[in-house]
């Protein structure tokens, strides 16, 4: 996925080509979903989270720079509407009671308990710490590239991530979960 | 309890972003230090429950979802151009139509009497009219033909001082986009004139005008540009979101005789 076919295939959907469009859904619904979810933890609210960024992508398209790099300009997109999404969301005290409890449904994932507590645990961050862990963990970009999408310093970037991890293990070790 | 430096560093050596030095000073750290060791262990725990549960797989209709939800085609509202006969039924089954048709063929029989009296010569800028009553020579002309295998056509842009005609006479068997992309800065879209009962449906946008048509249909466009300058218009055919075919018209001055 390199920047420069990101900028023709933004082009093209300009000119008014919708299969151009197509093939960025499929080259960054996979991530952007991933992301949604964890910052939402229920696959019906990632899914909402996924479609609305793409419609906006779709309808701001014409103001996207081409010097920056697209999946930047798509994340910045795809983390204010998670953010967005969690403020619309109910209380989150009532819904860790829901995940707890089994209420809200999961579809069978991989390691699908840890994949449970991880969220909750996640949850137990603020979003900007949250967030942060979220963009480096799980989607492997760097302080920079972090930093760029939130529009925050580099030092700011690591200074959250540290912190955020420190307050994770204490979590972690609290709700005994761990990689063995 | 560890330092904040010491912290820093056992998180950067996570992600592997510290100096060759800085990773020898980590290395002597978590050998004289069980503490920062154990911080460091905890924190590779960490990383690899997260890579556990890193790629959850998109559920198979999310991208219908996605699809089925963008607002195609894009922004600007359509102009739906409506087929000549229906303003003829009103004439025929309406009878206050009647009377204004009457009173407006009128006016426009007297206007043109005027006209024609009073000898006013046709403005060279006027392009209705003139296609078959003899026109002014162009000063450049660029021309295109479609072949493709089930669409025909011929796209012609003519240029006459400050203003360019573009006359689209095509042959499509289904709906097809033609666009025309041009410099916003030196070419305006002026008017737009279905040829008899061509239908379709316009958008028109800074710097493009999309043309949405199906059968055999004559449409001509015309453009308000600088006199001096010729931007080349670029014609583009889409069907079903697909590039068919493009063109791009660049304008070759025409001799005078």
């Given amino acids: 996925m390199s920047q420069e076919q990101d900028a023709v295939l933004v082009r093209q959907c300009l000119d008014g080509n919708q299969k151009a469009f197509e093939t960025l859904v499929d080259r960054y619904q996979r991530p952007i979903y991933n992301l949604a979810l964890r910052f939402a933890a229920r696959q019906e609210d990632a899914e909402d989270i996924v479609q609305t960024v793409f419609v906006k992508v779709y309808e701001k398209l014409n103001t996207y720079d081409p010097k920056h790099k697209f999946f930047s300009w798509l994340y910045k997109i795809a983390v204010n509407e998670s953010i967005n999404h969690l403020n619309r969301r109910k209380n989150l005290e009532q819904f860790q009671e829901e995940l707890h409890s089994g209420q809200i449904e999961d579809e069978p994932q991989q390691d699908h308990e840890l994949t449970k507590k991880i969220d909750s645990a996640l949850l137990e961050l603020k979003p900007d710490y949250r967030i942060v862990v979220i963009l480096n963990h799980f989607q492997d970009l760097t302080y920079r590239e972090i930093g760029h999408i939130l529009d925050i310093h580099e030092n700011m970037v690591k200074s959250r991530l540290f912190s955020a991890r420190k307050k994770l293990r204490s979590i972690l070790m609290k709700k005994g979960i761990s990689h063995a | 309890m560890l330092e904040k430096k010491v912290l820093d560093l056992l998180n950067q050596e996570l992600d592997g972003t510290n100096s060759e030095k800085e990773r020898v000073a980590v290395q002597n750290i978590l050998q004289k230090r069980p503490k920062a060791r154990k911080y460091f262990e905890d924190l590779q725990e960490i990383s690899l429950i997260f890579q556990r549960t890193k790629n959850v797989p998109v559920p198979s209709h999310l991208k219908n979802r996605i699809l089925n939800a963008l607002p195609f085609p894009k922004p600007a509202a359509p102009i739906r151009l409506a087929p000549a006969r229906s303003f003829l039924n009103e004439l025929r089954t309406n009878l206050r139509y009647r009377y204004t048709y009457v009173f407006a063929s009128g006016a426009v029989a007297g206007i043109l009497l005027f006209a024609v009296f009073t000898s006013q010569p046709a403005d060279s800028t006027n392009m209705i009219g003139t296609m078959a009553s003899g026109q002014p020579a162009a000063l450049a002309e660029a021309n295109a033909n479609i072949k493709l295998s089930e669409i025909t056509g ?7 001082d400050s203003k360019v005609v573009a006359d689209l006479n095509l042959q499509v068997p289904q709906e097809v986009d033609v666009i025309l992309n041009f410099d916003e ?13 061509a ?47 493009e063109y791009k018209l660049t304008f070759e001055q025409k001799e005078n005789h």
């Fill in chain 2, 154 to 160: 011929t796209v012609t842009a003519r240029r006459f």
């Fill in chain 2, 185 to 197: 800065q030196q070419l305006r879209f002026d008017s737009f004139h279905p040829v008899a009962d």
């Fill in chain 2, 199 to 245: 239908q379709g449906t316009l958008v028109i946008l800074e710097g493009q005008v999309r043309l949405t048509v199906s059968g055999q249909h004559q449409y001509q466009m015309t453009f308000t540009g600088n006199q001096d300058s010729r931007p080349p218009i670029t014609v583009k055919l889409f069907a079903r979101g697909i590039l068919l075919s």
